[in-house]
């Protein structure tokens, strides 16, 4: 259910459920937390995320075990390990992204969307109830007014709209989000671990002991100087991750 592909050092990692419009159920969210633990194994720099066909996902897949204690300790492996793991994630929305769909969306580190994407979290329409992580993340990268309108007035949001409030970072298709990909193939792996380490904890005032240590690795990392040497032989800097 999950295709996994890697180009130089960029892993994609293709939700392959299109006749259940890429609905998520407790195989799929496995098999992105294992695709991400496989990329970091394999070298990749940046992770690539995305939908097959025309819709990025439905959601959770309400027609199988949705609700079972199953789904849902693999629903937040998975987004956990799309947050925690050192790569730098881009989910590319190439459609309609719903509920837990918009879920994995914001776990990522940036956002592409095509023109006809769409942004929408009905559980208020489920009965259900939404996490803590969920809400403070939406409102975070969108704003408060408009996690409510998402979350409590079921809003959709339009890719347009997503890009006006922060939502998402830009609109394009899959190889714009794979060229942008590349891009940040080449910064520098150490530097990019840290700043991620210190966003997904901006609440914390003071830096962890995680992020206290991945800030003096970047620092005094080969990298460093090699972007300090490519600078002044005006060259682009090879990193290693060293």
């Given at each position: 259910?999950?295709?996994?592909?890697?180009?130089?050092?960029?892993?994609?990692?293709?939700?392959?459920?299109?006749?259940?419009?890429?609905?998520?159920?407790?195989?799929?969210?496995?098999?992105?937390?294992?695709?991400?633990?496989?990329?970091?194994?394999?070298?990749?720099?940046?992770?690539?995320?995305?939908?097959?066909?025309?819709?990025f996902s439905a959601g959770a897949d309400l027609t199988s075990a949705a609700?079972?204690?199953?789904?849902?300790?693999?629903?937040?492996?998975?987004?956990?390990?799309?947050?925690?793991?050192?790569?730098?994630?881009?989910?590319?929305?190439?459609?309609?992204?719903?509920?837990?769909?918009?879920?994995?969306?914001?776990?990522?580190?940036?956002?592409?969307?095509?023109?006809?994407?769409?942004?929408?979290?009905?559980?208020?329409?489920?009965?259900?109830?939404?996490?803590?992580?969920?809400?403070?993340?939406?409102?975070?990268?969108?704003?408060?007014?408009?996690?409510?309108?998402?979350?409590?007035?079921?809003?959709?949001?339009?890719?347009?709209?997503?890009?006006?409030?922060?939502?998402?970072?830009?609109?394009?298709?899959?190889?714009?989000?794979?060229?942008?990909?590349?891009?940040?193939?080449?910064?520098?792996?150490?530097?990019?671990?840290?700043?991620?380490?210190?966003?997904?904890?901006?609440?914390?005032?003071?830096?962890?002991?995680?992020?206290?240590?991945?800030?003096?690795?970047?620092?005094?990392?080969?990298?460093?100087?090699?972007?300090?040497?490519?600078?002044?032989?005006?060259?682009?800097?090879?990193?290693?991750?060293?």
């Amino acid at each position: 259910m999950i295709g996994i592909t890697r180009d130089d050092d960029v892993t994609t990692l293709e939700i392959q459920r299109h006749e259940r419009r890429n609905a998520l159920n407790t195989e799929v969210c496995t098999g992105i937390r294992d695709g991400i633990r496989s990329a970091e194994e394999s070298g990749a720099r940046v992770v690539v995320i995305t939908g097959q066909g025309t819709v990025f996902s439905a959601g959770a897949d309400l027609t199988s075990a949705a609700y079972d204690r199953d789904f849902l300790a693999a629903h937040y492996g998975m987004l956990d390990a799309v947050q925690k793991t050192p790569l730098p994630v881009i989910a590319a929305v190439n459609g309609p992204a719903v509920g837990a769909g918009v879920q994995l969306a914001i776990a990522a580190d940036l956002r592409v969307a095509v023109p006809d994407a769409s942004f929408m979290i009905p559980v208020a329409k489920l009965g259900l109830a939404m996490d803590n992580w969920t809400i403070a993340r939406l409102s975070e990268l969108a704003g408060g007014g408009v996690a409510r309108a998402m979350l409590m007035g079921v809003q959709t949001i339009t890719a347009e709209n997503a890009v006006q409030f922060g939502l998402v970072n830009g609109i394009g298709d899959s190889a714009a989000a794979h060229e942008w990909a590349r891009e940040i193939a080449k910064l520098a792996p150490l530097s990019l671990r840290h700043m991620k380490l210190v966003f997904n904890h901006m609440p914390d005032s003071e830096p962890t002991q995680e992020q206290q240590e991945a800030h003096r690795a970047a620092w005094a990392s080969a990298d460093m100087a090699e972007a300090r040497a490519a600078r002044k032989e005006k060259r682009p800097p090879v990193f290693r991750g060293e």
